[in-house]
């Protein structure tokens, strides 16, 4: 299979970049004389840098008569959005492939030291070895949607904070009345921002029947609500943007973190088995939420949750983070299919 793939990118050029705030160190894969990555220097993650980088990448794509090229960047917390954007109009194939995926192959190769120059060579290796799916930006109202909902949670945890401390506040023996004041005006400002986000994301629907159309699908899955469903929306476009939209339930469990993560060693050590956490907590989060309300209904996922309790043995917990995974695994299969959840294939293609 590694021959194969080795044999799709042997007309690419492979650039591996990993990215930081304020630099992108790059390195390429040499295949014409000698497979091994060489790196070619660290740049500016600036518009600047940007044209930098792209005159030296056509300097080595002409030296090794490469039909395209290939750039593979581990997302980053967002700092690799402007240049996998500006890659992308320059006609390159981007890809942004699954950090524990890269982290898992990194360690099967046997390397364990981790500078930002040693990533960007394993990337370029990864993305000669691996051939990883290309990625296309979200279309706009997705990435619309998406910076609402962003803004939403954080005007939602910022109004959490201050009704924290007017409680402390008012806890106080002696205190000064402007401190309250000032702290219910806050409120008072954050809550009227919440409503105008919510009512934002409504209407932005509205204005795009295929959100509204693709979301209510999901809400029709167990424990997806109001809340949940549009958060899971963008979840799933992007995944699929980073997968060609062929992307594996186990590969969307492994990109949001919710893949189990044993801990044995030998024959007597063990340790109660948890998750990666790999990629977007919040998304996990939700999905929590949503198990957590969605057991008690009668439906799949009860049923599902009940069976691992009283049947399997699982601690509760557990239970309720394979839930969160369930639920998981069928919005991508609903989002897939663009049909609503059928509760009586849940055991067979779900």
Known sequence: MQNTQNMQNVDKLIIGIDVSKKDLDVAYWQSHLQSKSIFLGKFPNSIAGFGTIVKEVEKKKQETNAASVLVVLEPTGGYEQ??????????????LPNPKQVRDWIKGTGRRAKTDRIDALMLAH??????PYTWKPMRPEFAQLE???????????????????????ENRVSCHHIASKNLQDNIANLER??????KAVKEHMKQHPH???????????????????????????????????????????AYFGLDPKPYESGTSV????????????????????????????????RSFYKKLVETSGKPKKLAMVAAARK????????FRQGKPFDATRHQGVF
């Open 82 to 95: 402007k240049f996998a954007h500006f890659a992308h109009e320059k006609g390159w194939d981007v890809s």
């Open 126 to 131: 990864y993305g000669a070895a691996q051939n």
């Open 147 to 169: 910076s609402m909902l962003d803004r939403l949670e954080d005007v939602k945890g910022m109004l959490a904070q201050e009704k924290n401390r007017l409680e402390a506040q």
């Open 193 to 198: 921002q919440v409503k105008a986000l919510e």
């Open 211 to 253: 959100l509204k159309d693709q979301c209510k699908n999901l809400k029709t899955v167990s424990g997806v609500g109001d809340v949940l469903g549009p958060w899971l929306l963008v979840a799933m476009h992007k995944f699929g943007q980073l997968t060609d939209f062929k992307g594996t339930s186990k590969a969307i469990t």
């Open 270 to 301: 063990r340790k109660r088995a948890g998750i990666s956490k790999q990629g977007n907590s919040e998304i996990r989060r939700f999905l929590y939420m949503g198990a957590l309300g969605g057991v008690g209904g009668n439906n799949p996922l």
């Open 327 to 334: 639920i998981l695994v069928w919005c991508w299969a609903v």
